[in-house]
């Protein structure tokens, strides 16, 4: 469970053939968030990288949803994607920048 900006969601691992992670278009992704049941739905086959990935890339979407973030479908997936693939690197690199100037 996790809560963002008072909106509790839940984090649910499903079978890869689930209803939960059929997409738009018919086909299945491994992670889905879900706005109308606040929860996150991802494969029980995902592990290691490739968890940390599809979660905190589905995490985005949940960001957006509790703060009422709205802006293109597009837009937002690949906001997504780049946190993902990213994110750690731009938090660490901030972390050592500020703590070689001493703050």
Known sequence: MLTVNSVTWD?????????????DGG????GMADNRYK??????????EKLYDVLCHEL???????YGIVMDREDEEHMAQFISEYGRMVVSDTDTLLRSIGL
Do not use: E, K, N, Q
């Open 11 to 23: 984090i649910v691992f499903v079978p890869p053939d689930s209803p939960m992670l059929l997409a």
């Open 27 to 30: 086909h299945y992704t491994l």
């Open 39 to 48: 929860a996150v739905f991802l494969s029980d086959m995902l592990s290691g």
């Open 60 to 66: 985005v979407h949940v960001y957006c949803f509790s």
